[in-house]
């Protein structure tokens, strides 16, 4: 029963190290341009946060109930507090480092009704240091006998240099724990030997340097090989999904229509691999991500399912009757 392995969420503890964010939204209308200059005057009428980035993926994974560990970098600052206090009491902080020398990444948008006006950033451009980078090891050492599955959440930051993600990749496949990563393509040599990766097409292409008219079957298998994968996922919008482990698996999308794709990698990555972790094979667990993709595309905003909106959506998609082989 998918419902049975649904509910085990709650026995999985997974860990998410990657680049965490804070997205934050200044909404309201535009009635006059500004006599000070050329530019609209924004009457703001609401202002909110959302968790985004990696925090986006550990809210995901919270929401269906996982006990997750968060790790990564914030600043020392009122940020920093924002994105903890937002995460959902199943979500332990112990991996998170705080420095001063940069701020927690936070990206503001200025929104009059369905139009962007303007996107503030706080970020620096940084490297994870020497000492940084073994505190990150020895917190994950700490708690890796716990651990189900570690998620490494690349957005290219700065976090995840290639000599961290390969320290951690060789600790999971020691202790037999699954790693999945939804990668950069530039730092995609980053994660070699990791169970799965879950790049979109666009993102496939670019990591083995693909002219876009080369068949998706080479480049999966390209992928998966040159980068000793046990399983590469790539998601193709409205052409599906494409999973290559020792075989091909072509899972199609179903009819829905499309709002927006904003953290709809995030879902995927988040629900293949719990699902994994909980025990379905890898195609199964595609099937189930697929299920929770199309989900958050009809949501606007970065979003979340819960486990009923799961079930449902999944037994509709594969019309099993409440049902499934997982």
Known sequence: MIRNLIENFKNIKIAVIGDLMLDEYIMGKVERISPEAPVPVVKVTEEKFVLGGAANVINNLAALGANVYCGGLVGNDKNAEK?????????????????DNRP???????IAGHQQLLRLDWEE????????EEKIISNLEKQIKKLDAVILSDYNKGLLTKTLSQKIIKLCKE???????????????????????TPNKKEAYSAVNAMSTED??????????????????????????????????NIPTYAKEVYDV??????????????RATGATWEEAAKIANA???????????????????????????????????
Not at 104 to 110: A, E, H, L, P
Not at 126 to 132: C, D, G, I, L, R
Not at 216 to 226: A, Q, T
Not at 305 to 311: F, G, M, P, S
Request: charged fraction near 25%; glycine fraction near 8%.
């Open 83 to 99: 994105l903890i206090n937002a995460f959902s009491k199943n979500v332990d902080c112990s991996l998170i480092l705080k420095v």
């Open 104 to 110: 927690t990444i936070v990206k503001k948008r200025v």
């Open 125 to 132: 451009e940084f490297s994870v240091n020497e000492v940084e």
């Open 175 to 197: 202790n037999n724990v699954i790693v999945t990563v939804d990668p950069k393509p530039k730092n995609i040599e980053n994660f070699k030997g990791a169970s799965s990766i």
């Open 216 to 249: 998706i079957d080479v480049v999966g298998k390209k992928l998966k090989e040159e980068f000793n994968l046990d399983t590469v996922l790539i998601t193709r919008s409205e052409e599906g999904m494409t999973l290559y482990d020792k075989d091909i698996h």
């Open 262 to 275: 904003t953290g709809a990698g995030d879902t995927v990555i988040s629900v293949f691999t719990l699902a």
């Open 292 to 326: 929770a993709g199309g989900i958050v595309v009809g949501k606007i905003g970065t979003s979340i399912v819960d486990k009923e909106e799961l079930i449902s959506t999944y037994n509709s998609i594969y019309n099993v009757g409440g049902t499934c082989k997982c």
